[in-house]
């Protein structure tokens, strides 16, 4: 099983070692946190072109439309952001993320192949088969890095971006072959608009890969460290690799599916927080999907109204924010040497 580089790669823009003490799951920092992310779901309900309060069938297209597009946001934005943490964690790298490793391009390479041997699957079909490609080509990541000698943090990143251009190429050339450039660019658009009631349900298994995250915290953190410390204090370092990048690929996968790509959601998230509070997995967990999903829903909310009545991609609006990030990470990361 490919792994990725060994810990003497650590000092090369990785994270630090976690705190010793263990931070409380729940402090009034916290609370304010929930009730500001609150605030903002409460804004994404009352946002929109219909008149929900004074059209007649006002309350049933609140269900159908608004609700599951703020239910959408707040798994998609958790789901996202903590795939970002645990990638960083094993990868040793904080320029990683689903993004930035060719997993999105690996999932939609899936559903291109699935729409070309059969248009009639149904959505599971589709999801299914889209994990099992983001599971295959994360490993196909750590498979380059393991054969390349990092003499640069940035080396990483790039890899996985290069990756992720030649599958995106293989994709969009089977698309314009069979004709399907047209759904490709809608899986890739990274949109709520199209999230509707009955075909966003799928998305709750993400809320499954958050709990099971949660219980496997620990041993994700003490994987972060390196291999030989990992096996050192008893945990398999193969397996919770496997572990982890199976719940990367179930959260990809799906969000993939019914939203699109969010990019540079998982670059930002866990940077930010970790500068804020360090490394532990488990500590950090509920800032991260806090701040994902705040960083979602402010996006979605300036996709809907900066051009109202109609809307942009929000991974428009995510994109310039995640470069501005990524480029100021680049640029910490020289200062320092």
């Not at 009352?46 to 609700?67: C, K, N, Q, S």
């Not at 041997?117 to 990541?141: E, N, W």
Request: net charge positive; charged share 10%; glycine share 10%.
């Amino acid at each position: 099983m490919p792994a990725p580089p060994a810990p003497a790669a650590r000092s090369l823009g990785a994270p630090p070692a976690p705190r010793r003490g263990r931070e409380r799951l729940l402090d009034g920092k916290l609370v304010i946190g929930i009730v500001i992310v609150v605030l903002l779901l409460v804004a994404s309900l009352g946002t929109g072109v219909y008149d929900v309060l004074g059209a007649d069938d006002g309350a049933e297209m609140f269900a159908i439309t608004r609700v599951p597009r703020t239910i959408a946001l707040v798994l998609a934005g958790a789901a996202m952001a903590m795939s970002g943490l645990i990638m960083q964690l094993m990868t040793q790298n904080r320029f990683v993320e689903p993004s930035t490793t060719g997993t999105t391009e690996w999932a939609g390479l899936g559903l291109v192949l699935v729409m070309v041997v059969s248009p009639q699957a149904d959505l599971m079909t589709r999801m299914t088969v889209a994990i099992v490609f983001s599971f295959v080509g994360t490993m196909v990541f750590f498979a380059f890095l393991r054969r390349v000698t990092l003499r640069s943090s940035l080396i990483v990143p790039i890899i996985g971006i290069m990756l992720g251009s030649v599958v995106g190429a293989i994709s969009t050339f089977v698309a314009l072959q069979f004709d399907a450039l047209q759904n490709l660019g809608v899986w890739f658009a990274g949109s709520f608009t199209s999230v509707l009631r009955g075909q966003y349900e799928v998305l709750w298994i993400v809320l499954l890969v958050g709990i099971a995250v949660f219980f496997v915290a620990d041993r994700l953190t003490v994987a972060g460290l390196g291999e030989d410390i990992a096996t050192n204090v008893g945990v398999n370092y193969q397996r919770v690799l496997l572990l982890g990048t199976g719940l990367v690929a179930i959260a990809t996968g799906v969000v993939t599916v019914v939203v699109g790509n969010l990019p540079f959601l998982g670059l930002i998230v866990p940077n930010v927080v970790s500068m804020m509070r360090g490394d532990d997995l488990r500590s950090n967990l509920p800032w991260v999907c806090l701040l994902g999903i705040a960083i979602v829903t402010v996006c979605d909310l300036v996709s809907r109204t900066i051009i109202m009545p109609f809307e942009v991609p929000v991974s428009l609006i995510l994109g310039i924010l995640g470069a501005i990030v990524f480029i100021a990470l680049l640029l910490k990361q020289r200062r320092h040497g």
